[in-house]
């Protein structure tokens, strides 16, 4: 029966359940990326909070209930882990040894550098978002304050996608105040390049509208640019369709480009 330990490690205990790899090597860097929060000091003074095993600590529970322990650890550095369940499992081959590992999840306060650098590289990416990498200048605190405020907004969200202990993308749903568009949220989503045909924005629009309907959110919408012809077939096979278009919405290179409003019931 899987035990109970604190919350923040639920998502690596997602990792290690999604996990076909025998062994793993995860710096702290992408520990804390898939937790969403820095890890305690005593992870980084001592390699015996890693190779604990015994209450009180619990925190060890995230790993052992999927069968892996920890191997050796690089103090500050890395932490390798080794499963005593596929090292047996005959049926496991070298194909699957390195799998991608995806863990969908909220984001928490402590993400704030990091989804910082996420849009920054994002942005630098690709013409087709909102904003070209130095046309916003966000800080740290700016971007705490909005995630403090998606928080408290019922209709509002943030979601991450770290794929293999990296940030690889992002889907924010934002709703309006007025309570006769509380139904209502639009929706931006970016990956970046290097995790592209990987199937994230999918996973990120299927845990989004899992949490959109919770909270009582029965319509999504979202503008694209025209010559986007790549997201476009990407919304479309994702049940979103085309309800409008935008002339001249955005001006990008000196030139303007229009844009199409897409919509989707759930």
Known sequence: MPKIFESKYIPLSTFFQQSTN?????????????IG???PNAAYLSSSWWKKTKPPALHYFAWTDHGYSVKKVDLGKSVLFHSTVLETDSIMDDVNNHQDILIIREAELDDARSFIRLQETIFSETDFMLYGKSDIQ????????????????????LLLAIMNGQFAGYVLFTGGPAPRALHRASVVI???????????ASSLMVHGEKWAKEVGISKL?????KENIGAQKLYKKLGF??????????????HFVDEYYMGKLI
């Open 221 to 225: 919408e979202l503008s694209v640019i």
């Open 190 to 200: 970016g990956v970046k390049q290097e995790f592209s045909k990987k199937g994230i």
């Open 241 to 254: 369709e085309k309800e409008g278009d935008r002339k001249n919405a955005l001006i990008i290179n000196g």
């Open 22 to 34: 025998k062994e793993i090597r995860l710096t702290y860097a992408e520990i804390e990326a898939i």
């Open 138 to 157: 966000m800080t740290v605190q700016s971007i705490r304050k909005e995630m403090t405020a998606w928080k408290n907004i019922e209709n509002s969200n």
């Open 37 to 39: 929060q820095v890890l």
